[in-house]
T-cell receptor, first 113, second 115 residues
């Protein structure tokens, strides 16, 4: 049972480049989330999804896009990367609406130079 | 929206002593309060949570208390061990209304347990 899997683990982007952070879960969870974690800070919600075909903005959605075509996958798209998007990104999933026993992926460390 | 304040930002304790981390929240509609432990370079892991219909919850050496009136909740770790050293995050969420299902995190407390 893999849980929540994120790829890649590390990435360096140049300003203006685009990339997709992949997230997949094998627990049949309806709820999935993308968070970013800046140094010395808590996690801030970027986007979340309550089921396939449904996505909604979180606290810091600007500069990102998501899609949820299947229950398993919840990719995060960065368009026109900026230095302010340098962060560690965590994908998470949960079985219930209020996180419950939420499972986090191992994180993607992104640097924009 | 919800705002979660967490104190202290750093905490050092001697092995065997107790550690207490406190959080306050602003939205009285919040009703779910989890605590996460994050070791260096690792993912956050849920260690304990509490819902608003309960005042206290224990799991071995860790416990969480909730005061709904004052809108604050605390994590208590007893008989601390070096492996308890990590960053601890509190969070708050609600299951209805605007912003529901979203976790708002505190900024974290770096706990160091000195052998």
């Amino acid at each position: 049972n893999a849980g929540v899997t994120q790829t890649p683990k590390f990435r360096i982007l140049k300003i203006g480049q685009s990339m997709t952070l992949q997230c997949t879960q094998d627990m049949n969870h309806n709820y999935m989330y993308w968070y970013r974690q800046d140094p010395g800070m808590g996690l801030k919600l970027i986007y979340y999804s309550v089921g396939a075909g449904i996505t909604d903005k979180g606290e810091v959605p600007n500069g990102y896009n998501v899609s949820r075509s299947t229950t398993e996958d919840f990719p995060l798209r960065l368009e026109l990367a900026a230095p302010s998007q340098t962060s560690v990104y965590f994908c998470a999933s949960s079985s219930g609406p209020v996180m419950g026993w939420a499972f986090f992926g191992q994180g993607t460390r992104l640097t924009v130079v | 929206g919800e705002n979660v304040e967490q104190h202290p930002s750093t905490l050092s304790v001697q092995e065997g002593d107790s550690a207490v981390i406190k959080c306050t929240y602003s939205d009285s509609a919040s009703n779910y309060f989890p605590w996460y432990k994050q070791e260096l370079g690792k993912r956050p892991q849920l260690i304990i949570d509490i819902r608003s219909n309960v005042g206290e919850k224990k799991d071995q050496r860790i416990a969480v208390t909730l005061n709904k009136t004052a809108k604050h909740f605390s994590l208590h770790i007893t008989e601390t061990q070096p492996e308890d050293s990590a960053v601890y995050f509190c969070a708050a969420s609600k299951d209805s209304g605007a912003g529901s299902y979203q976790l708002t995190f505190g900024k974290g407390t770096k706990l160091s347990v000195i052998p």
